[in-house]
């Protein structure tokens, strides 16, 4: 199977200090790269996972759009850097549908609109109503350029709120520093929020989806909240620059490289609704759609 050697960098791991009971004593770890052993030998290619973070997943995406078309150099992409970029970026120095040759789908999750505790709603109804009437006491956080930050926009435009927005550098510091009230309002992944709203640490709104969450069956939907428009899935998948040779990407396909994730790069749940995997249609279909 594809990666059977793996070295992390630290990025990888953003999802794991977060929620665990021990979030107070390792606020400073992960500090420095990450390095998972494998006591096994490689049954296959060797997959190196480099992290080009930056500018909401345009750089990476540069990078790749520019490599080789031979199959070794591989975008971790999706509905950031293929989809919203797009749309509100007037230069990208890519193109993020024709740059890039689809290979799979690797995972689906969706969003959540939660606050902090200390901010006494329970609804997004609730929410308008109190920063109405405590302008300037609320602010949101989410990094520019991806989902979280157009939904927050579209939130204050559409309901004329003066929640102030505050730009992050990815997820972990924005959900930090609302976990700390430092922010009260804040956007993520399910599998970033739900272990830290079933301990209370945060409270949920509303959530994307087209359905409940299952696991939060007293959460309605953003749509159920009177706030429809808001894409339901975000999207990550696997793709290679243009033009490279199809049967490259067959391989790449067949060896299940973006269907199994064997890095856990994507900590997202192999959810079956909507489904996960695919070949590479999908992903051009989910690109083309936008958000």
Known sequence: MVAKRIFLSVMVAI????????????????????????????????????????????????????????????????????????????????E???????????????NALVVNPVVPVNTIRELIQYSKANPGKLSAGA??????????????????????FI???GAAPAISDLLGNQIQ?????????????????????????DTRWPELPDVPTMRE???????AYLWIGLLAPAHTPAAVIEKLNTAGAAEHDPAGICRCPRR?????GGRGERVRREARLGY
């Open 15 to 94: 999802g794991i200090g977060l929620s665990g009971p021990h979030w107070a004593s390792a606020q400073t770890f992960p500090n420095r790269p990450i390095k998972i052993v494998v006591p096994f030998p490689p049954g296959g290619q060797t997959v190196i996972i480099e992290n080009l973070p930056g500018a909401g997943g345009r750089t990476g995406a540069k990078t790749v759009a520019q490599a080789s078309p031979d199959g070794y150099t591989l975008l971790l992409g999706g509905t950031n850097p293929n989809a919203i970029a797009q749309s509100i970026y007037r230069t990208l120095n890519f």
């Open 96 to 110: 993020p549908i024709s740059d890039f040759t689809a290979v799979g789908v690797i995972g689906v999750d969706s």
């Open 143 to 164: 990094s520019l350029g991806i989902g979280p930050h157009v939904t927050l926009e579209l939130l204050r435009a559409r309901t004329g709120t003066g929640i102030l």
């Open 167 to 169: 730009p992050y550098r």
């Open 185 to 209: 309002i804040g956007m993520t992944t399910k599998a970033v929020l739900l272990p830290l709203i079933k301990e209370g640490k945060l409270r949920a709104l509303a959530v994307t989806s």
């Open 225 to 231: 909240s009177g706030f429809d428009g808001v894409p």
């Open 272 to 276: 079956r609704d909507p489904p996960v």
